[in-house]
Nanobody, 120 residues
Framework: QVQLVESGGGSVQSGGSLRLSCVAS?????MGWFRQAPGKEREGVAT??????TTYADSVKGRFTISRDNANTLYLQMNSLKPEDTALYYC??????????????????WGQGTQVTVSS
């Protein structure tokens, strides 16, 4: 079992920045961020392995940066935010996958979510 606790959501105007944080109860190989907007399915935003191999959704490339500190603390730096980034953001982890990168399907542990709202 991996427990995840997120923090750092909030409201910001378009073009602004936010930083999300997530602390895990262990050091899972894969950690990532997902989001779900009202009326839409949950989608992957960014993932990373313990060694820093990352993946990003096309919609956030060049604007968001995922990173890890001490292996169990995950961050998502979000710059140039757009109204379409508004969603509930979830931290996720997998301790059963050890690939070179972390595909969305391997994540089985989820945080409670933190709301990000971007106004135009």
């Amino acid at each position: 079992q991996v427990q995840l606790v997120e923090s750092g959501g909030g409201s910001v105007q378009s073009g602004g920045s936010l930083r999300l944080s997530c602390v895990a109860s262990s050091n899972p190989w894969c950690m990532g961020w997902f989001r779900q907007a009202p009326g839409k399915e949950r989608e992957g935003v960014a993932t990373t392995t313990t060694y820093g191999a990352t993946t990003y959704a096309d919609s956030v490339k060049g604007r968001f940066t995922i990173s890890r500190d001490n292996a169990n603390t995950l961050y998502l730096q979000m710059n140039s935010l757009k109204p379409e980034d508004t969603a509930l953001y979830y931290c996720a982890a997998s301790d059963s996958w050890y690939g070179a990168t972390c595909p969305d399907r391997v994540f089985g542990y989820w945080g409670q979510g933190t709301q990000v709202t971007v106004s135009s």
